[in-house]
Structure formats: structure tokens, C-alpha cells
Antibody, heavy 128, light 110 residues
Framework: QVYLVQSGGGVVRPGGSLRVSCEASGFTFSGYGMHWVRQGPGKGLEWVAFIRYDGRNKYYADSVKGRFTISRDNSENTVYLQMNRLQAEDTAVYYC?????????????????????WGQGTLVTVSS | QSALTQPASVSGSPGQSITISCTGSSRDVGAYNYVSWYQQHPGKAPKLMIYEVSWRPSGVSNRFSGSKSGITASLTISGLQAEDEADYYCSSYTTSSTLEFGGGTKLTVL
């Protein structure tokens, strides 16, 4: 059974910073890429970032590029999202999610399929 | 505005079938068979229902099926049940090595 337990949300002022975390269990964490996906109030899902299983490749949505950083610690089975220069439009529930793609396939193709298992979500509110 | 276009809402009666479309472009849906579909009930995390266009994860009902033609992917739910009422999202890998989601479709079971 895959478990993704998130922590670190809260209220932050515009221009501020926040880090959210996601601790994984139930699978070989170091063998899978990880995503962050967000959902604004009453809105749809928006992909934020992906990190390769070993952290060597990272990809970001244009809306967060240069402000957000995804990272991981495979010794702690944890993925992080560091959010800087936060804006009101970053207010959302942030989900971490495990990617579907097995390591061997990602190594062979360079492609990833998308999330399968999701965390419970953590609310980040940017407000003065 | 989402890069993948879905109808905002669809509806059907119990027992009927419905189809939700997801239209992209040659840089996403049309380029790869890496289309997934997610079901999300209010206040809950999304759940993977279909991956790689047409494959069902273990535990997902065979009433859910997926397909793709060109730049449009589709999710079909047959034998509609009350518990199918939820929001549904498609996603696709892109030629920029990013992921995109559709805007979501609200399914109402009448």
C-alpha cells in the first residue's frame, strides 16, 4: 500500500516563502519520480513540478519556474517543494504524487506517464 | 486556460453510458500514448482511473474505459452509478517534458 503523508502548509504573506514536504512509504521511493500538483479554490488541477527518481532532472510549469524548487531526499523517502516569492494566485491545495513510470522505462525513454498515487493535500494560503 | 480541453459538464441517468472528451494538440495527446484520467470527489485527492490511454489500474471497475484518436482522448463510463458522480480530469505528457491537465469535467448522475 502506497502512503504519501504531506506536511508544511499554512498562511504566508505575499512575497514570502514556504516549504511543503511529503513523506512516502509502501514502495521503493528511490525508483520513482515524484510530482507536485496544485488545485486553487474551486478550480481544476494544475501540474507544478516533477523530479526524476534520483533528483537529476527537474521540470516545472511556467507559472512557477524560477520561484519554486522541487527536491528529494531518498534517504528520508521525502520530496519537498520550496516556494519563494509567493503570490495570491499560488493559494491552493498542494498535492504530492508518485509517478507511474518504472525506473527502467524512464531510463530507456526519458518519458514519464504521470501521477498514480496521491497525498492527502496541504493548503497553502497567500494573504496579507 | 488549460492546454487540454474538456467539456465543463456532462450528465447521464443510472445505467446509461457517457463519454468525456479531452482535446489537445500534436505536442501532447497527439504525440504520446501517455494520457491518464483521474476521478475526484469533493474534498478528496484525485484517483487514477485510466493510464496510457486505455489501461485500468487494479481495482478500477471495468465500466471505465479509455481511447484516443489523433489529438483527442476519451473516457467512457458505462452502466452509470450514483457513486460515479465526481469531477474527471485528463492529463498528458508533453513534448516539453512537462505534464498538462484538462480543465476538468463535472459528471452529474441524474
Amino acid at each position: 500500500q502506497v502512503y504519501l503523508v504531506q506536511s508544511g502548509g499554512g498562511v504566508v504573506r505575499p512575497g514570502g516563502s514556504l516549504r511543503v514536504s511529503c513523506e512516502a512509504s509502501g514502495f521503493t521511493f528511490s525508483g520513482y519520480g515524484m510530482h507536485w500538483v496544485r488545485q486553487g479554490p474551486g478550480k481544476g488541477l494544475e501540474w507544478v513540478a516533477f523530479i526524476r527518481y534520483d533528483g537529476r532532472n527537474k521540470y516545472y510549469a511556467d507559472s512557477v519556474k524560477g520561484r519554486f524548487t522541487i527536491s528529494r531526499d531518498n534517504s528520508e523517502n521525502t520530496v519537498y517543494l520550496q516556494m519563494n516569492r509567493l503570490q495570491a494566485e499560488d493559494t491552493a491545495v498542494y498535492y504530492c504524487a508518485k509517478d507511474q513510470t518504472p525506473k527502467f522505462y524512464y531510463d530507456a525513454s526519458g518519458y514519464y506517464y504521470g501521477p498514480d498515487n496521491w497525498g492527502q493535500g496541504t493548503l497553502v494560503t497567500v494573504s496579507s | 486556460q488549460s492546454a487540454l480541453t474538456q467539456p465543463a459538464s456532462v450528465s447521464g441517468s443510472p445505467g446509461q453510458s457517457i463519454t468525456i472528451s479531452c482535446t489537445g494538440s500534436s505536442r501532447d495527446v497527439g504525440a504520446y500514448n501517455y494520457v491518464s484520467w483521474y476521478q475526484q470527489h469533493p474534498g478528496k485527492a484525485p484517483k487514477l482511473m485510466i493510464y496510457e490511454v486505455s489501461w485500468r489500474p487494479s481495482g478500477v471497475s471495468n465500466r471505465f474505459s479509455g481511447s484516443k484518436s489523433g489529438i483527442t482522448a476519451s473516457l467512457t463510463i458505462s452502466g452509470l452509478q450514483a457513486e460515479d458522480e465526481a469531477d474527471y480530469y485528463c492529463s498528458s505528457y508533453t513534448t516539453s517534458s512537462t505534464l498538462e491537465f484538462g480543465g476538468g469535467t463535472k459528471l452529474t448522475v441524474l
